[in-house]
């Protein structure tokens, strides 16, 4: 079976629903524009009628036709996207995430700040964040194309497009002008591409990091 | 790309519905919800009424689909349960209505994964019964049904079945017909008797004992005669779709298979990578997908499988204390195999449920114990409980 990577996105329930499902969507068909096989849901145990539980969306993409469609939750995510930075402080967010991953948050905080909160950080090669709520200035847009259905306001308008944006220039995983043709936000999703502030860690120094917050994960 | 509920809806909208009922329940919900937006936004011109449950919501179809109206509605899990009274009714008045069914287990405990039980207990109540496995078929499927149904040879109520969140969330290609095929394809609802102002008519009368055997035997008739409407609305759909579709068996590797999965719904997308992978190994494995439970292909089964040496049957339905002590197709299936000469070995596969996925894994465990069957030419089991 050909190499499935597997994007996971984080976002709280009813008031960032739709721009986290935004956020896989713009994703999977620009990945489709580009001639990549796709594919983008909601997890389907999280309740996202709830006001600000966490909710799960999901993309999977790849060079070949995925076979398996329904394991129906990305088990070893390569990079997790985080639309709400408090999100880190509860939740293991990179579980499951293998060695050498990337972490994307939306936040206003330091990327120095946010390691503090992530006791297995060693897992990470790549950390950015990128402060979309400035850019759009709006957290929520529409609490329209709820589960199951479709978004029939428009894609990107929000806090997706600057985070596709920085998704797009930290994973090199899709091209910059495939997002822009699907965003309605092209400027934002610009300046997240911009803006987004990136650390890389070496192997050596990811090691460290993780000795320091004590995990046993090893490289 | 659009999920199955979506599919469900643009399905109802091509087929100009005219009176629709909702009542929320996940996953079908987002049928209803898209309808909603469709009604709301002028693109659709349908009475939507909001029912104060799945029963008042059959309650309502049943009324509108007497009076004459291409009635829908929809439920999943112990919303397809509590509306059970009416389906009798409906079928036994034979109002063509149609009710789309997103899988959803039933409590307890809560969950919201798929499992077929919910409209599988519904299946001698004389409805048609299908499932489809693609938010592509779901969209299908819609109009074919109401094609059916509403054949004057047939005149029943269809329930359109798919896989909840499997199908129903999970966002596939999906091309919508023409206005102009869809037109061609499906006439307008013509009711035989409705009622009426000017043409008083009754409809649901109490009967005495003696009229109940002939009437039941009547609907035992009709069913009989339900196979051939079904393969000539098949044929037509893909004449002006293009969209062919086996009427009631999907064959896959079928033809030169020693064993073979036999399964509907969603898991059939996975069933069909395994038999490839199989058969790059050199396991002659195939699949046979089942498209209608009602009317059940008795006789296309006994075709697509007799030469098969030992069958799986994948059951993502329960059926409690049955003769199998698993689930409920594979019953049916020994039975339509059971006067052949030279019969497969049947056993069965309790997957999926609670709304599990089947991984490929499962699916070589299974064709190592069908394997194993045709090498000792027996079965001592009935039931295999995958992942226990």
Excluded at chain 1, 181 to 209: Q, T, W
Excluded at chain 2, 24 to 34: N, Q, S
Excluded at chain 2, 249 to 270: C, K, P, W
Aim: net charge negative; aromatic share 8%.
């Amino acid at each position: 079976m050909a190499k499935v990577h597997e994007i996971t996105v984080w976002a709280r329930g009813v008031l960032q629903d739709k721009e986290g499902r935004d956020v896989i969507n713009i994703f999977a068909k620009a990945a489709q524009a580009e001639g990549k096989h796709a594919q983008a849901f909601d997890n389907y145990e999280d309740l996202p009628d709830r006001v600000l539980v966490t909710v799960r969306k999901y993309v999977r993409l790849s060079d070949e036709e995925i076979t398996h469609k329904y394991v129906y939750t990305n088990d070893k995510p390569e990079v997790v996207v985080i639309c709400e930075a408090t999100i880190v402080k509860g939740i293991d967010v990179l579980r499951g995430m293998e060695p050498g991953g990337t972490l994307i948050i939306n936040t206003n905080r330091s990327i120095d700040d946010m390691l503090k909160l992530l006791p297995n950080a060693n897992l990470l090669a790549t950390i950015a964040t990128v402060d979309a709520d400035a850019i759009t200035g709006v957290r929520t847009v529409d609490f329209s194309g709820s589960e199951g259905g479709v978004d029939t306001t428009g894609i990107g308008k929000g806090i997706a497009a600057p985070i596709v944006g920085a998704v797009a220039k930290v994973t090199g995983l899709i091209k910059k002008e495939s997002l822009a043709k699907i965003v309605s936000d092209v400027s934002g999703m610009e300046r997240g591409y911009n803006e987004v502030k990136i650390k890389h860690f070496k192997p050596a120094v990811a090691e460290l990091v993780g000795a320091a917050a004590g995990s046993k994960t090893k490289r | 790309m659009m999920t199955g509920c979506r599919a469900a809806a643009e399905g109802a909208k091509s087929a100009e519905v005219e009176v629709i009922c909702s009542f929320p329940i996940r996953p079908y919900t987002a049928i209803m919800m898209e309808l909603a937006k469709m009604v709301a936004n002028g693109e659709l011109n349908a009475e939507f009424i909001h029912g104060e449950g799945e029963h008042a919501q059959l309650s309502v179809v049943l009324g509108a689909s007497a009076a004459g109206a291409r009635a829908y509605t929809g439920s999943s899990g112990v919303g397809v349960t509590y509306a059970m009274e009416i389906y009798s009714p409906m079928a036994g008045g034979r109002y063509p209505a149609q009710m789309s069914i997103a899988d959803r287990t039933l409590d307890p405990p809560g969950d919201f994964g798929s499992e077929h039980t919910d409209a599988m207990s519904t299946r001698d109540q004389g409805w048609l019964l299908g499932w489809a496995c693609s938010p592509q078929e779901v969209y299908d499927n819609t109009l074919m049904s109401y094609r059916i149904g509403e054949d004057h040879r047939v005149m029943l109520p269809q329930m359109v079945c798919q896989d909840g969140y499997f199908i129903s969330h999970i966002p596939d290609k999906v091309t919508l017909g023409e206005t102009s095929q869809v037109k061609e394809f499906l006439p307008p609802y013509r009711p035989i008797s409705p009622l009426s102002l000017t043409n008083p008519v009754s409809h649901g009368p109490q009967i005495r004992p003696d009229q109940g055997a002939p009437m039941d035997a009547m609907r035992a008739q009709t069913f009989l005669a339900i196979p051939k409407v079904i393969e000539e609305a098949t044929a037509d759909f893909a004449r002006i779709f293009g969209r062919k579709y086996d009427p009631f068996v999907e064959q896959y590797r079928l033809a030169d298979a020693d064993i073979a999965f036999f399964i509907m719904g969603a898991h059939s997308n996975t069933a069909r990578a395994a038999v490839d992978k199989l058969r790059k190994e050199g396991v002659k494995a195939g699949m046979a997908r089942l498209r209608w439970v009602r009317p059940w292909p008795t006789h296309q089964l006994a075709e697509a499988l007799g030469h098969v040496k030992a069958v799986g049957v994948v059951e993502t339905s329960t059926s409690y204390g049955g003769a199998m002590r698993g689930g409920n197709l594979i019953h049916e299936l020994r039975a339509s195999l059971y006067d052949l000469d030279d019969r497969p070995l049947v056993t069965s596969f309790m997957g999926g449920l609670g709304g599990e996925t089947i991984w490929p894994a499962d699916f070589d465990y299974m064709a190592g114990v069908l394997s194993k069957m045709v090498k000792e030419k027996r079965t001592d089991r009935y039931v295999y409980w995958l992942g226990m």
